[in-house]
């Protein structure tokens, strides 16, 4: 099945393509003057959760190939006229990665998404909070920040929802809080 992924290891063939991309990235926005060189990391993260979010959208759970779909197309956004044939060969490959160690390549990747994340909750009154189950920046958060599934959850019940919305399935929580922690552990242990 395209883009499921039940056990991933850091792909070191994808990371030079993903790193390659973003790099070119960079120093297309620094010379576009789209914003400086201290800010492209937040930019490009934020287009990335966006693309993400766009393709979760809907989905009446978080679904981890629609994460894989959203990178890859934010990928090949990226790539544009570089003429870069391997990230064709790659991009699928790249997807994953990409999508499950988004920190690893967005220094603020857990700081924007829990802001896009509390902007969104926060935007929502009771009528619509119930709505934001579907949402694919609140799917995207409740499937990459720790404790978020809960504080929904209760957030939906106090709000009228009187039962416990299915958000993320556990296998794939466990898995993508997983890597989260193993990279986390790994951190400052060269």
Known sequence: MRGKIEHHTFDTKADVVIREIRNRCEDDLVRKNV??????????????VRQVS?????AQSFLPGDAVT???IFLSRMVGDYGM?????FSERCGKQLSLYADYYFRCYYEVLSMMYVETMQ???????IELAHNGTILLAAASLPGVVNEL???????????????VAN???DMRLGVQRRRQGLIGKA
């Open 85 to 89: 044939g391997k990230y064709w060969r």
């Open 70 to 72: 959203g990178a890859e």
């Open 35 to 48: 914003c400086c060189i201290e800010d492209a990391d937040e930019y490009l993260c934020r287009d990335y």
């Open 153 to 167: 959850r209760r957030e939906f019940r106090r709000r009228g929802l009187n039962y416990d919305r299915f958000l």
């Open 171 to 173: 296998k794939d929580l």
């Open 54 to 58: 766009s393709v979760v959208q809907g």
């Open 123 to 129: 935007a929502a009154d009771d009528k619509q909070i």
